[in-house]
T-cell receptor, first 110, second 113 residues
């Protein structure tokens, strides 16, 4: 069965330090993966998609099919990055079912 | 003002009562989704629908029911069969074209007393 795993519940990083939020998935086929972010008192929103290969707010994520990972990275953390981050997988073989990991709370220390 | 609207924001019900949560979107999106968000559990998929008059069970559908009679609306009923209904419920929608990202509502918090 498809699954998304985010092993860290909480990640605390000093401002200016690099950030890496881990995401691993299990899926038979070619997955479509996403990172969503929820800032305090805001709606959950898309941060980036793997097929766009873009950098949003300094974040990037590379799909590694060999390691079945889609880790989110940023070279220099900023205080406004503090938020809840969710990795998500779209199952194109099952009517666009979209499942999420349990999320990682990123806390940027001053 | 375009978007996805959930109501009510807060809802209290007695045990054994069915409850219906509303989700409406004016984004002309084809697909709609219901998730349950519990602390430490992330978002768990309850039901989803790709087109009108069709929907599929998600991973935790037991004790819930939905309907999709109109493209804009996807109400969720939490039935008395749901063993642990107190939770935060999120509705989302997406188009089948383009980026296909999910757009989320603000959520509904249900407390069963």
């Amino acid at each position: 069965a498809q699954r998304v795993t985010q092993p860290e519940k909480l990640l605390s990083v000093f401002k200016g330090a690099p950030v890496e939020l881990k995401c691993n998935y299990s899926y038979s086929g070619s997955p479509e993966l996403f990172w969503y972010v929820q800032y305090s008192r805001q709606r959950l929103q898309l941060l980036l998609r793997h097929i766009s290969r873009e950098s949003i707010k300094g974040f990037t994520a590379d799909l590694n099919k060999g390691e079945t990972s889609f880790h989110l990275k940023k070279p220099f953390a900023q205080e406004e990055d503090s938020a809840m981050y969710y990795c998500a997988l779209r199952d194109m073989n099952r009517d666009d079912k979209i499942i999420f990991g349990k999320g990682t709370r990123l806390h940027i220390l001053p | 003002d375009g978007g996805i609207t959930q109501s009510p924001k807060y809802l209290f019900r007695k045990e054994g009562q069915n409850v219906t949560l509303s989700c409406e979107q004016n984004l002309n999106h084809d697909a709609m989704y219901w998730y349950r968000q519990d602390p430490g559990q992330g978002l768990r998929l309850i039901y989803y629908s790709q087109i009108v008059n069709d929907f599929q069970k998600g991973d935790i559908a037991e004790g819930y029911s939905v309907s999709r009679e109109k493209k804009e609306s996807f109400p969720l009923t939490v039935t008395s069969a749901q063993k642990n209904p107190t939770a935060f419920y999120l509705c989302a929608s997406r188009t089948h074209t383009g980026a296909g990202e999910l757009f989320f509502g603000e959520g509904s918090r249900l407390t069963v007393l």
